[in-house]
């Protein structure tokens, strides 16, 4: 089982096991939403149903995300609509986040240019803080959130006049993507790096968001975890997130992260526990077990290093779980690339076998 403390010594040589389920394990689970809970306003396959029944148990359930556009109770009411019942309190964004950083380091009743949503807006607010449009009103700090697709060209030009002038410059994340109903699309640290363009590239934001400690600190103070779990669909926030808190986390595969970009994790994008999507939650997990013919076994697959390639043994439909062999491949895959001079081996032929 995990330990609750996450790792700080080079990271993690495979998945861990629990004997039971983690929503019985841990008191608190703390939920990315975009690829976990929903994908461009829709449920994730079996997230309702999982998430029901973890709370049922006496799980909390709190929502952490990077997403700054929307106000928490623009996104409680959203998921409420879901079939996940959620009230604002639930909710904690990077704009809170960004905003308490801010409001750390600027005059009280400041101004704050803001690019962004609603979200930054209720959170500087929030804050005591001031929202205005323009790098002429005299701002003490810019803030830059992802202000979704319809975002006009000319904001960005105003976070770059302000940046320029040498304010202050903030951003609530600089997750490169995010996912939506039509795929992947660009987020908001895709901005972010058009602001840094247009600047010269001289000047650098403070970042508040997942993986970095403002976003852990805002999420701490608002849920009040005792032993928290931090579940995710992404290995450079949500992971290393949980990496950086020193706690536990579980990844879903129903997000960013593929079954490939598991295996090449470096040591602080690496998983406690990894699940196909949320059911993982109501299970425990299986035990990962290195054996003395060499790889690592997880129910009834073995998975090794076989010359520069991931191979496994075991008959899809027989040998069990999918998901048992992709944690015995990141047992293989994890400790050959923590070698001597070893990089990760080719898993491509491994996972086309399960077809993942």
Known sequence: ????????????????????????????????????????GEAVPHAVEALGVARAGGMHLAYVTNNALRTPGE??????????????GDVVTSAQAVARLIADEVPAGSRVL???????RVALRERGLVPVESADDGPAAVVQGYGGPGMP???????????????????SNTDL???????IGPGNGAAVEVVRIATGGRAEPK??????PPMHRETVLRTGAQRPLVVGDRLDTDIEGAFNGGVDSLLVLTGV????????????????????DLRGLLAGQPEVVEVADGGFRCGGWRAFVRGSELALDGVPGQAGEVMDA???????????????????????????????
């Open 326 to 356: 992709v944690r015995a491949l990141c047992g293989a895959a994890w400790t050959e690339a923590d070698g001597p001079g070893a990089g990760v081996p080719d898993p491509r032929k491994a996972l086309a076998l399960l077809g993942v």
């Open 75 to 88: 996104v409680a009411a959203h998921l409420t609509e879901l079939g996940v019942p959620a009230a604002a």
């Open 177 to 183: 993507t995010i996912p939506g109903a039509r795929g």
């Open 114 to 120: 803001v690019i962004g949503g609603e979200g930054l």
């Open 207 to 212: 970042v508040a968001g997942k993986p970095l």
């Open 1 to 40: 089982m995990g330990n609750g403390r996450g790792r700080r010594d080079g990271g993690r040589k495979h998945p861990g096991g629990s004997g039971a389920a983690l929503c019985e394990v841990y008191d608190t689970a703390l939920l990315d939403l975009d690829g976990v809970v929903y994908a461009g």
């Open 153 to 171: 060209w000319g904001r960005f030009a105003e976070a770059a006049y302000a940046v320029g002038r040498g304010v202050p410059w903030y951003a």
């Open 257 to 276: 992260t593929d079954a490939a970009q598991l295996l090449a994790a470096p040591p602080e994008h690496r998983p406690t526990y990894v699940a196909a």
